[in-house]
């Protein structure tokens, strides 16, 4: 079963700066396009970045295009996604996400989960 740990969550003030890893297991074997979701208070869970594993093809939301960065490294089994520029509105829990298809298409479809970070910005 793919398992995946989401870290690097915290409070940063408007404008600032955060990281977010995820380590993933499960997808030794097979490749796993890998994601980030996010969900704010009182809205709906809302597609944010992905990228294919192996391909390095990326997808971003409108929202957050050319302020987050989502990348790899494939020695640790790990995807960050680095935040710039941040707003209150990126204020959401933050979740891995990863699917097992064979290629990466839009929209990104999560299938396995993170337990979700929570990422805090204030005004």
């Known amino acids: 079963q793919v398992q995946l740990v989401e870290s690097g969550g915290g409070l940063v003030q408007a404008g600032g700066s955060l990281r977010l890893s995820c380590a993933a297991s499960?997808?030794?074997?097979?490749?796993?396009?890998m994601g980030w979701f996010r969900q704010g208070p009182g809205k709906e869970r809302e597609f944010v970045t992905a990228v294919n594993w192996s391909g390095g093809r990326t997808y971003y939301a409108d929202s957050v295009k050319g302020r987050f960065t989502i990348s790899r490294d494939n020695a640790k089994n790990t995807v960050y996604l680095q935040m710039n520029s941040l707003k209150p509105e990126d204020t959401a829990v933050y979740y891995c996400?990863?699917?097992?298809?064979?290629?990466?298409?839009?929209?990104?479809?999560?299938?396995?989960w993170g337990q979700g970070t929570q990422v805090t910005v204030s005004s």
């Open positions: 499960g997808c030794t074997f097979s490749t796993c396009n």
């Open positions: 996400a990863a699917n097992r298809d064979p290629a990466l298409v839009a929209p990104f479809r999560g299938v396995y």
